[in-house]
T-cell receptor
Framework: DGGITQSPKYLFRKEGQNVTLSCEQN?????MYWYRQDPGQGLRLIYYSQIVNDFQKGDIAEGYSVSREKKESFPLTVTSAQKNPTAFYLC????????????FGQGTRLTVV | AQSVTQPDIHITVSEGASLELRCNYSYGATPYLFWYVQSPGQGLQLLLKYFSGDTLVQGIKGFEAEFKRSQSSFNLRKPSVHWSDAAEYFCAGLTTDSWGKLQFGAGTQVVVTP
């Protein structure tokens, strides 16, 4: 089945540690995105990538980093510089054609302990 | 600034009753508009989308939405809700120059009572 796979579903991190969230898609989509979801705030864009080896900052990129070495993979690293990392993280992809909808993974819940 | 607003944070509806969720947008030009649904702890599923043409859009699970340019609205409706419709609903917008960067409203939590 085509889709977007995020792993792990739950992740715990100690303060001061970096952690990487995985996102893989087999939809052959050009564009991929990372969103952060907090209660009552909707989804906020962290980073996005329109093509392999290229990515841009979204609205809340501080404390996060990404890479796009393969078309199907777009991992997100939450660094120790992110002051409030506890949240639900959603990865999405789209074909890249203007106006098409995004398809979402099942999310990763990150908790700082 | 470009934005999507969902005025209702929380709605409670009886099973079998009709449901309407409000969405207002603020864009210079007609945006592409979407409604997504999210069950607890899950990702988002697309219910329907509006690009152009007919202002009444049919989606999955019996939902429909109507685009009203004069009111800058894109409200979601369902004639008769089922208990399984309890979820959080997000309206999202996309402009022709924003290339896939959806802007989301804050979401509306729908509770369905027996």
């Amino acid at each position: 089945d085509g889709g977007i796979t995020q792993s792990p579903k739950y992740l715990f991190r100690k303060e001061g540690q970096n952690v990487t969230l995985s996102c893989e898609q087999n939809l052959n989509h050009d564009a991929m995105y990372w969103y952060r979801q907090d209660p009552g705030q909707g989804l906020r864009l962290i980073y996005y990538s329109q093509i392999v080896n290229d990515f841009q900052k979204g609205d809340i990129a501080e404390g996060y980093s990404v890479s796009r070495e393969k078309k199907e993979s777009f991992p997100l690293t939450v660094t120790s510089a992110q002051k409030n990392p506890t949240a639900f993280y959603l990865c999405a992809s789209s074909p890249g054609v203007r106006g098409t909808e995004a398809f979402f993974g099942q999310g990763t819940r990150l908790t700082v302990v | 600034a470009q934005s999507v607003t969902q005025p209702d944070i929380h709605i409670t509806v009886s099973e079998g009753a009709s449901l309407e969720l409000r969405c207002n947008y603020s864009y210079g030009a007609t945006p592409y508009l979407f409604w997504y649904v999210q069950s607890p702890g899950q990702g988002l599923q697309l219910l329907l989308k509006y690009f152009s043409g007919d202002t009444l859009v049919q989606g999955i699970k019996g939902f429909e939405a109507e685009f009203k340019r004069s009111q800058s609205s894109f409200n979601l409706r369902k004639p008769s809700v089922h208990w399984s419709d309890a979820a959080e609903y997000f309206c999202a917008g996309l402009t022709t120059d924003s290339w896939g960067k959806l802007q989301f409203g804050a979401g509306t939590q729908v509770v369905v009572t027996p």
